[in-house]
């Protein structure tokens, strides 16, 4: 995990937000996403005050609302189905502008699209201001299994070089004049992924060879050492301490 790795999400600046430990900002999203989704859903204030303290840790990180809001679009499978829970849930029926909808319904469309859309924008405002290297080191800080770093950092690294060759495949066909219009064409897509298969399990073949000649015997060597000061600490804490005040109000109320 020596060389960084810069993803779509990421937006590079020079912010108290960015400049946190990662394993802090992890711990902090974690946590605050917890406290979310153990806030009863009839406190419907608590779910906007959330937002005003994610909106407050935007304007920290200096990440725009339209970054946001573009970025949250990744929910939208989920907000259709929160769409359909009052049609579908049964229980105590309501009239709402001449349909008749499911009051549970209603209430578990609001818990889906409240809690999950404060989750992700939770897990965006991470990814944005903490690039993917020093999440694994986070993560690796923060004692998960070795193995299940190591996948995700493999499957980061190398997710870009298969879609790279992906790209180059898809080129050559188009220079030799195909273009795919119909049934009769996912034969060739189907041999095209086939091969991409093949690719894909040769270059880790190589890979692995690779690193076991440098010396690999199952666990990667920690190269930076991260490590975060109280004051940090603090830091990264005042949000889902701040949350967890809030829920705690949501049950009392």
């Not at 999400?9 to 912010?15: N, P």
């Not at 339209?66 to 679009?73: D, H, N, P, S």
């Not at 009239?95 to 889906?112: F, R």
């Not at 939770?122 to 999440?135: F, G, I, N, P, Q």
Request: net charge positive.
């Amino acid at each position: 995990m020596g060389a960084g790795h810069a993803h779509r999400l990421y937006r590079h600046g020079h912010s108290p937000v960015h400049a946190l430990p990662p394993h802090t900002k992890l711990a902090a999203a974690f946590a605050f996403v917890v406290v979310v989704v153990s806030t009863p859903r009839e406190a419907m204030w608590a779910f906007a005050l959330y937002a005003v303290l994610l909106a407050g840790v935007a304007y920290a990180a200096r990440v725009p609302a339209g970054f946001l809001l573009k970025r949250l679009l990744i929910e939208v499978p989920f907000v259709a189905f929160a769409v359909l829970m009052p049609f579908v849930a049964e229980g105590e029926r309501v009239d709402v502008l001449g349909l008749s909808l499911s009051v549970n319904g209603l209430w578990g469309a609001w818990n889906v699209l409240a809690k999950g859309t404060l989750g992700v924008a939770a897990s965006v405002l991470l990814a944005s201001t903490t690039e993917l290297r020093e999440l694994l080191l986070g993560l690796q800080r923060l004692k998960l299994p070795p193995l299940l770093v190591q996948i995700a950092s493999f499957m980061i690294r190398y997710g870009d070089v298969i879609t790279d060759e992906m790209r180059r495949m898809r080129i050559a066909r188009e220079s030799r004049g195909f273009e795919a219009s119909g049934v009769r064409h996912w034969g060739v897509l189907a041999k095209s992924a086939g091969a991409l298969f093949i690719r894909s399990y040769e270059r880790g073949e190589r890979v692995h060879l690779a690193m076991v000649s440098r010396g690999y015997a199952g666990s990667m060597p920690v190269i930076d050492e991260v490590t975060a000061s109280r004051a940090q600490w603090s830091y990264a804490l005042a949000l889902p301490v701040a949350a967890l005040a809030v829920c705690l109000l949501g049950w009392v109320l």
